[in-house]
């Protein structure tokens, strides 16, 4: 049972742009911790997205930003692009668990 | 560049415990303080955390997990283990090791994982 829900799904044509909201509580995001973001396609690992909240590894194209306000956190992706269909996690870590935690997940689809 | 890759048996009955290594490329392990972490999916699931072991070989666990859990470190080897104790149906997953990454805000414990390992695919079963 995650304590950071994301919407299940968000779904854009090319060239749109979506996001995705990561929501957690003043024991996560609230509380000051760090939201990162994953991406991954089928049959594979997660790949670090954003790390910080706002920051890319390097290689990440800049289509994709991190923002976080409150107790909540969220992945924008501009310029959709059919490569970008995969699912996104959110993760961070939790005071009361005193452990880390993923999002719920959502599969981003390119209409 | 680091790599890391899991192993261990991919099939298990219930109620055996599960033996899982991760081997990290190069002298990352001996040279860095770096922590490193298990993550699992189970099949067309999301992820699920399962737990961090510090450099120093102090670890810290899921709290739904806690009770049958341990990550130990082998700095020796470029290794780091997970155990889990009395496994069912439910443990069925890829289980994935990965570096945490400490933070540099104001929370310097770990925070991303990067990078990944490939996951291995571990069932349980009768």
């Not at chain 1, 990561?22 to 991954?40: E, K, M, P």
């Not at chain 1, 924008?76 to 939790?94: F, H, M, N, T, V």
């Not at chain 2, 780091?80 to 805000?105: E, I, M, N, Q, W």
Request: glycine share 10%.
């Amino acid at each position: 049972q995650s304590v950071l829900t994301q919407p299940p799904s968000v779904s854009g044509a090319p060239g749109q742009r979506v996001t995705i909201s990561c929501t957690g509580t003043n024991s996560n995001i609230g509380a000051g911790f760090d939201v990162h973001w994953y991406q991954q396609f089928p049959g594979t690992a997660p790949k670090l997205l954003i790390y910080a909240n706002t920051k890319r590894p390097s290689g990440v194209p800049d289509r994709f930003s991190g923002s976080k306000s409150g107790t909540s956190a969220s992945l924008a992706i501009s310029g959709l692009q059919a490569e970008d269909e995969a699912d996104y996690y959110c993760q961070s870590y939790d005071s009361s668990l005193s452990a880390d935690d993923f999002g719920t997940g959502t599969k981003v689809t390119v209409l | 560049q680091l790599q890391l890759q899991e192993s261990g048996p991919g099939e298990l009955m219930p109620s055996e415990t599960l033996s899982l290594t991760c081997t990290v490329s190069g002298d990352y392990m001996s040279t860095n303080s770096f922590s490193w972490g298990w993550i699992r999916q189970p099949p067309g699931k999301g992820l699920e955390y399962i737990g961090t072991v510090y450099y120093s070989g102090n670890a810290y666990y899921n709290p739904s997990l806690q009770r049958r859990v341990t990550i130990s470190l082998h700095t020796s080897r470029n290794q780091f283990s997970l155990k889990l104790t009395s496994v069912t149906a439910a443990d069925t997953a890829v289980y994935y090791c990965a570096r945490h990454v400490p933070g540099t805000g104001w929370y310097r414990g770990p925070n991303w994982f990067d990078p990944w390992g490939q996951g291995t695919l571990v069932t349980v079963s009768s």
